[in-house]
């Protein structure tokens, strides 16, 4: 076969959660990577004002480097940018605080192109509990079953990625429509060290998810990876070949939480906002990503390992971001 015809039965690679600080070398490494399409972070804490700044931010990131990136809002749109060879984007938000306490927000939000909100990150907000909270608290019974309903209405998924279990049991019950694990792994593969679980899902969380039709992204961030920094990519090939095996193949994607181009000041913005002091959130600084993944410019060999891992090329399409076009294509829209 030769490199073209290779080129054309690549399968579209999606990253369902990146937070680089957005400029024109991540874009580029995309290119270099051949990943199509990546979902976003707009907002962790910030507030609706702040968001719409971030928006602004982001759409003349897309004029000015068009030859690269291209907003998505639909599967369509997904599949279209990716086979031009550029990436497409999805917007996203990993926390409700641009929605504030106003529920007209939403949609609002959703107008400008955000498909993808995570309830909360990593502590307790008025829709939902983190995963830093103790897991007695769930999904609020009002304003967040109002709020999930809403992101059912009109088209946006559902992430609970930075959510206790209860939250991320309640709203994968509460949701008329699939949800998403964007970034996260199964605690049963990873261990039972407390610091690498409080993001991580149990095997009863992720079956459940798999049987509404949702997703998993399985993550190279290092403080949930077994192993952390040391992690091998023989090892993260396990672990795919383990959840698929655990929830089937078409739950399983990829979700690296990739991040580069922050200087360490900004780690206190995401562990603390400004609910809390420094002092309050320990800070050691950013943790070294493992030698198998520096950027996306390492998704190609990442592929290969699954092939080598007996994966077949369908199930590898899917891995790879078939699983979450899918999803995407049945989220995305509003309910009829």
């Not at 690679?13 to 874009?27: C, G, M, S, Y």
């Not at 399985?218 to 040391?230: A, H, V």
């Not at 092939?307 to 699983?323: L, P, T």
Request: with cysteine.
């Amino acid at each position: 076969m030769d490199h073209q015809s290779a080129q054309l039965r690549a399968p579209i690679i999606v990253d369902a959660l990146q937070f680089n600080k957005p400029e024109r070398a991540r874009f580029l490494e995309w290119q270099k990577g051949r990943v199509g399409c990546v979902h976003v972070t707009l907002a962790i804490w910030e507030s609706a004002r702040e968001t719409l700044s971030a928006i602004g931010e982001w759409n003349r990131l897309l004029e000015n480097n068009a030859d690269l990136i291209a907003l998505a809002t639909t599967a369509d749109e997904i599949e279209a940018i990716a086979a031009s060879g550029r990436t497409a984007i999805v917007y996203g938000f990993q926390d409700t605080s641009p929605f504030e306490d106003d529920i007209e927000l939403i949609e609002i939000f959703y107008k400008l192109g955000v498909r993808i909100a995570q309830l909360t990150y990593n502590v307790q907000n008025r829709i939902a509990s983190g995963c830093w909270e103790s897991d007695e608290n769930g999904v609020s019974q009002f304003f967040g079953r109002n709020v999930i309903a809403e992101m059912n209405r009109l088209g946006m998924l559902i992430d609970v990625s930075h959510c206790t279990e209860r939250s991320s049991s309640d709203a994968i019950e509460y949701s008329s429509r699939p949800i998403a694990i964007t970034h996260a792994n199964p605690s049963a593969f990873v261990g039972t060290d407390i610091e690498l679980n409080r993001r991580n899902k149990s095997t009863a969380l992720i079956k459940r998810l798999a049987e509404r039709n949702g997703v998993l992204g399985l993550s190279m961030y290092p403080k949930i990876m077994r192993d952390g920094s040391n992690c091998t990519l023989d090892t993260f090939t396990e672990m795919v070949a383990w959840t698929v095996e655990t929830i089937g193949i078409d739950a399983v994607g990829i979700g690296t939480d990739f991040y580069d181009g922050w200087p360490v000041s900004e780690i206190k913005w995401w562990r603390a906002g400004r609910w809390a002091r420094e002092s309050a959130v320990p800070i050691t600084g950013f943790s070294s990503w493992p030698s198998w993944f520096q950027s996306p410019v390492d998704f190609p060999a990442l592929i290969d390992a699954l092939e080598k891992r007996g994966f077949s090329s369908e199930e590898v399409a899917k891995i790879a971001g078939g699983n979450w076009v899918r999803l995407f294509r049945e989220s995305f829209a509003p309910m009829q």
